[in-house]
């Protein structure tokens, strides 16, 4: 029996290590040439940067047995700034423990408990799954088409440039748009509601300062901005504070979640939290 597993982000690489733990061999498809999907890290110069989720909820245990059960339980790492703040377009008001989640759509459940994350960013366990899987991974292998096969074969999957696979059975780890696409071709009614899903536009930008460019008085993990403060900003990170090791020695890593803006992004994520926290000077 085969499994085939489209979409190589986390979602994908840990169903199909699942699969392969249970004895059942299964081959990974992904469009993008680098797998991870919105897990990415970057590593220059000493600064662990993330372009995607830096964390996960602490109190949340399946990515934790994860890493555990691919070798990287030990690179796990506890969240070291907690705190957080509303920028109202006047100050910053501090807030309850789980309210800067809950305002940004993040589902909690009780106590947070903080955030963990891996020592070398998110991007580690990825890797590990990577190294698990490689023999089964496909990269630059986008699906266009999902059909039903005959004889044993369950599915016939095509790809960009004519060739195709198939396998006894499916698991679909992809944007719901995708998804939408995929089964709609199978005549699936459902999935009409997934191409309703909605996914806000949203451009992360990290900024290296000198840590004397920062004022002292910033504490806490960071900030999120009301929805009625007319900035461009969402919300903001203190890299460098929230996890250990983000930045060298006398160095600050700021991450700024910016909307759809005219202009570049990066002057704008600048000039607003120069503006919001009192920094002095250009980013490095």
């Known amino acids: 029996m085969t499994v085939a597993v489209v979409g190589a982000g986390l979602a994908g690489l840990s169903a199909?290590?699942?699969?392969?733990?249970?004895?059942?061999?299964?081959?990974?498809l992904d469009a993008a040439r680098q797998p991870g999907g919105m897990i990415v890290t970057e590593r220059r110069d000493g600064f662990v940067v993330e372009g995607g989720p830096d964390g996960f909820l602490a109190a949340e245990p399946d990515i934790q047995d994860l890493a555990r059960e691919v070798g990287v339980g030990e690179r796990l790492v506890d969240q070291v700034a907690r705190g957080s703040a509303l920028w109202t377009g006047r100050g910053l008001e501090a807030l309850a423990d789980g309210k800067?989640?809950?305002?940004?759509g993040i589902q909690v459940n009780g106590n947070v408990g903080g955030f963990r994350s891996f020592a070398a960013g998110m991007a580690e366990v990825v890797e590990a799954l990577v190294a698990c899987l490689v023999p089964r991974l496909r990269t630059t292998q986008g699906?266009?088409?999902?059909?039903?096969?005959?004889?044993?074969?369950?599915?016939?999957?095509?790809?960009?440039?004519?060739?195709?696979?198939?396998a006894e059975a499916l698991i679909l780890a992809v944007p719901a748009w995708v998804a939408a696409r995929l089964l709609a071709g199978l005549g699936v009614s459902a999935a009409r509601a997934l191409d309703t899903v909605l996914y806000a536009p949203s451009v992360t930008v990290s900024l290296a300062y000198r840590e004397d460019q920062v004022p002292?008085?910033?504490?806490?993990?960071?900030?999120?901005?009301?929805?009625?403060?007319?900035?461009?900003?969402?919300?903001s990170t203190y890299a460098w504070r929230k996890y250990p090791k983000r930045a060298p020695e006398g160095y600050a890593l700021?991450?700024?979640?910016?909307?759809?803006?005219?202009?570049?992004?990066s002057s704008i994520a600048h000039a607003e939290l120069a503006a919001i926290l009192g920094i002095e000077g250009d980013p490095l």
Do not use: M
């Open 16 to 28: 199909a290590w699942e699969v392969c733990q249970a004895g059942v061999d299964v081959v990974v």
């Open 100 to 104: 800067a989640a809950e305002l940004l």
């Open 143 to 166: 699906v266009t088409a999902v059909v039903r096969a005959g004889g044993a074969r369950g599915w016939r999957l095509s790809f960009t440039g004519g060739s195709a696979l198939e």
């Open 216 to 235: 002292q008085a910033v504490e806490g993990a960071g900030f999120v901005v009301a929805v009625d403060s007319g900035a461009a900003l969402r919300a």
């Open 254 to 265: 700021l991450r700024a979640f910016v909307g759809p803006v005219d202009g570049d992004p």
